[in-house]
């Protein structure tokens, strides 16, 4: 039940952006500084494997660095830590869906391709340390 909901998240983000009338999704109930370090860094990796999926989808030339996402294990990995946090931090669907679309706004400010370069190497790791 969990999965299905958080791919059509995911799947959500690679829609083009509607224009002025797009919804605005609420505030999380927690942001990730609030999590502990270890979940925090989780959802901080599967939000930037989102991000590059998002580019990589959309042609963007900024998701070019990076390998495949839905075919090197991003995408799985961006399920299960969403579904960790909703497991172990008591979070709702509406809760890990606004703080991961939150997430992809911030990589979408003019500095977020950089921060997403630096971090991208542990991510990776992180990911290979899940089997993924």
């Avoid at 999965?3 to 998240?9: K, T, V």
Wanted: net charge negative; with cysteine; glycine share 8%.
């Amino acid at each position: 039940m969990i999965m299905p909901i958080l791919l059509a998240a995911l799947a959500l983000q690679d829609a083009p952006s509607p224009g002025p009338a797009a919804p605005v999704m609420p505030a999380p109930a927690i942001t990730i500084e609030q999590l502990p370090i270890e979940q925090a860094t989780a959802a901080r990796c599967a939000i930037a494997f989102a991000t590059v999926s998002r580019w990589q989808k959309a042609g963007d030339p900024r998701g070019e660095a990076y390998p495949n996402i839905e075919t090197g294990g991003g995408r799985e990995f961006f399920v299960q830590v969403m579904a960790k946090l909703m497991e172990e931090a008591g979070l709702t669907r509406e809760n890990v869906i606004a703080l991961a679309f939150d997430g992809v706004e911030d990589h979408d400010k003019p500095d977020g391709a950089e921060r997403v370069a630096a971090m991208m190497p542990a991510c990776q790791e992180m990911k290979s340390a899940a089997g993924l």
